[in-house]
């Protein structure tokens, strides 16, 4: 699992490369998906050594910082009677304290001053939303997004291919490709999310009985319905529930 300081640094760095446009389609999909699953598990990510060790590779720079300085180590036994002092009068383990201070101080500054619109985990300003005017969002995959307080929102009127628990391989390229194209119509104009009540049985919204949790709201960018662009362009399709229940959820991607 990842550290507070590394999930902050991977978003940053996720963020940055993405905006920086050269990048093959699957070294795209690839940091799109790990920055969902940072997103959506936060410091819960789970990651294989080799997908940890691309990630690293992709978002590394010259003169980047050390991670596995955050990464606490069992302590071991001094090898003298009195632990020997180093550099400026400070104990090894005081300079690393403030090696590590240091390095987190400056991912906060980058996230602070860098703030990207276009990539899957980046926060997008909702100008006009039921929840405040200053609150933010994050794209979680083509039909859900999770507000800056932590809920997440499922967008009614249409339902895209699942990427993170697809039925075949087709689905879960055309999910990567549906969450990528969100990301890039909300990148291109003004959003605004409006919250509607779920098609739930009455006294069971916001339980896990009423859409695993999930509130339900409406995007909009210049005015559209997210939905309409996503379906138009094939990577959804329409998705009308009743006042108190849904039909089956449609999944045509697999044949």
């Known amino acids: 699992m990842l550290s507070d300081i590394e999930v902050t640094y991977f978003r940053s760095r996720i963020q940055d490369v993405l905006n920086d446009g050269r990048l093959s389609d699957w070294q795209r999909g690839f940091l799109l998906d790990m920055g969902a ?32 300085l955050v990464v606490s180590s069992p302590p071991q036994r001094p090898r003298y009677r009195h632990r ?9 383990s005081e300079q690393k304290l403030l090696i590590i201070g ?3 101080i400056v ?3 980058a996230a602070a001053v860098k703030q990207v619109e276009d990539y899957v985990g ?10 405040s005017e200053a609150r933010n969002f994050s794209v979680t995959d083509g039909d859900t997004i999770k507000m800056d307080d932590g809920t997440p929102v499922r967008l009614v009127g249409f339902n895209t291919p699942e990427k993170f628990e697809p039925r075949c391989d087709r689905e879960k390229q055309l999910g990567v490709r549906a969450s990528m194209r969100l ?25 896990r009985k009423c859409n695993y949790g999930r509130s339900c709201g409406i995007l909009k960018v210049d005015g559209r319905d997210v939905g309409q662009t996503l379906i138009s362009e094939g ?5 009308i529930c009743g ?6 959820t449609p999944r045509p991607w697999c044949g």
């Open 37 to 68: 699953k940072i997103e959506r598990y936060g410091t819960r990510t789970r990651f294989s050594e080799k997908q940890l060790a691309t990630l690293r590779r992709l978002t590394s720079i010259k003169g980047d910082a050390d991670l596995s």
């Open 84 to 92: 020997p002092r180093y550099r400026w009068g400070l104990r090894r």
């Open 102 to 104: 240091a390095v987190f």
């Open 107 to 109: 991912m906060m500054l």
């Open 122 to 131: 980046g926060w997008f300003p909702g100008s006009s939303t039921s929840y």
């Open 183 to 207: 990301v890039e119509i909300v990148s291109s104009g003004k959003s605004t999310v409006t919250k509607v009540a779920c098609s739930c049985q009455p006294g069971t919204e916001g339980t």
């Open 235 to 239: 990577l959804a399709v329409p998705f």
């Open 243 to 248: 006042s108190r229940g849904c039909p089956p």
